[in-house]
């Protein structure tokens, strides 16, 4: 059975229920799409869809700076990593993996490979050794509660320095 809407679901390549599992959750702890299959790296991911809308929101993704695909079902849902798993193609509308996936592995994607601007800045956890611990769009600068944020953690880190040193 397809994840998307019904009218999408006869064309090859958009994600099915047997190969991924999407959790949508309002905490957002949790939510994300799943694989349940393998994937090599460099395949094709899936396909993905949705509502062209003229301003960022929640789940869209930019094609350009005035139009941004809505999709609450599948591409929308797509954790964030700094060193994700997937990349998009924004123009051919498809998801690629950039690294083996293992079964039951989140497709991660780095919002800043796509967004010019986020719907809201977050601090990322992603635990990658090149983690930017705040994530905001491409083009634009961190916020206040992003500064201080990353300030805290760089007190924090020269603290430990000093203490291990
Ligand atoms: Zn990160």
Same mark, same amino acid.
């Given at each position: 059975?397809?994840?998307?809407? *019904?009218?999408?679901? =006869?064309?090859?390549?958009? @994600? ?7 959790? =949508? &959750? /309002? ?30 929101? &929640?789940?869209?993704? +930019?094609?350009? @700076? ?5 999709? @609450?079902? %599948?591409?929308? !849902? !797509?954790?964030?990593? *700094? ?7 924004? +123009? ?7 690294? /083996?996936?293992?079964?039951?592995? #989140?497709?991660?994607?780095?919002? #800043? ?5 986020? %719907?809201?800045? %977050?601090? *990322?956890? *992603? &635990? ?18 992003? =500064? #201080?944020?990353?300030?805290?953690? &760089? ?11």
């Amino acid at each position: 059975m397809s994840i998307n809407p *019904c009218e999408l679901e =006869k064309n090859i390549g958009y @994600p099915s229920r047997a190969s991924f599992v999407v959790k =949508k &959750q /309002d905490n957002e702890l949790g939510a994300g799409v799943y694989t349940k299959k393998t994937i090599s790296r460099g395949s094709l991911v899936a396909r993905f869809s949705g509502t062209i809308v003229e301003k960022v929101v &929640q789940h869209s993704l +930019q094609i350009n @700076p005035t139009s941004h695909l809505h999709d @609450p079902h %599948f591409a929308g !849902l !797509l954790l964030h990593s *700094c060193s994700p798993n997937v990349m998009l193609d924004m +123009q051919g509308l498809t998801i690629w993996a950039i690294k /083996d996936i293992e079964s039951g592995e #989140a497709l991660t994607m780095d919002y #800043a490979s796509t967004e010019d601007f986020l %719907f809201k800045q %977050f601090k *990322c956890l *992603c &635990q990658s050794d090149n983690c930017r611990h705040w994530i905001s769009g491409r083009k634009e600068k961190v916020n206040e509660e992003g =500064k #201080a944020y990353l300030k805290s953690i &760089q007190e924090k880190s020269l603290l430990r320095i000093r203490k291990t040193g």
